[in-house]
């Protein structure tokens, strides 16, 4: 069964940084089209960025400037680094993933917890 994996979430003051990282568990199967959403108590699920198999990013709007996601094809990793975090940052998030170019599906991973508090 196909597994994607986070990592990287935690607590932080606003004006902090957080790194996530996603990738599939035994790292069996390869990641091509990738995401981060959120979800916020209470909130819908919500796209945070996006990176297409080539590394062509796109971002919602209030996390320009401050969000960028990347992709390590050598560590089969999409990352989200997160900077200047607000308490409205505050989210579950989750990567979801393609990780066959002839199949639409994608998976989720089980969300790490990010919180910004001071």
């Known amino acids: 069964q196909v597994q994607l994996v986070e990592s990287g979430g935690g607590s932080v003051q606003p004006g902090g940084s957080l790194r996530l990282s996603c990738t599939t568990a035994?790292?069996?199967?390869?990641?091509?089209?990738g995401a981060w959403y959120r979800q916020a108590p209470g909130k819908q699920r919500e796209l945070v960025a996006t990176?297409?198999?080539?590394?062509?990013?796109n971002y919602a709007d209030p996390m320009k400037g401050r969000f960028t996601i990347s992709r390590d094809d050598a560590k089969n990793t999409v990352n989200l680094q997160m900077n200047n975090l607000q308490p409205d940052d505050t989210a579950v998030y989750y990567c979801?993933?393609?990780?066959?170019?002839?199949?639409?599906?994608?998976?989720w991973g089980q969300g790490t917890q990010v919180t910004v508090s001071s």
């Open positions: 979801n993933a393609n990780l066959n170019p002839r199949a639409p599906k994608t998976y």
């Open positions: 035994g790292r069996l199967f390869r990641i091509y089209d």
């Open positions: 990176i297409t198999s080539v590394g062509i990013t």
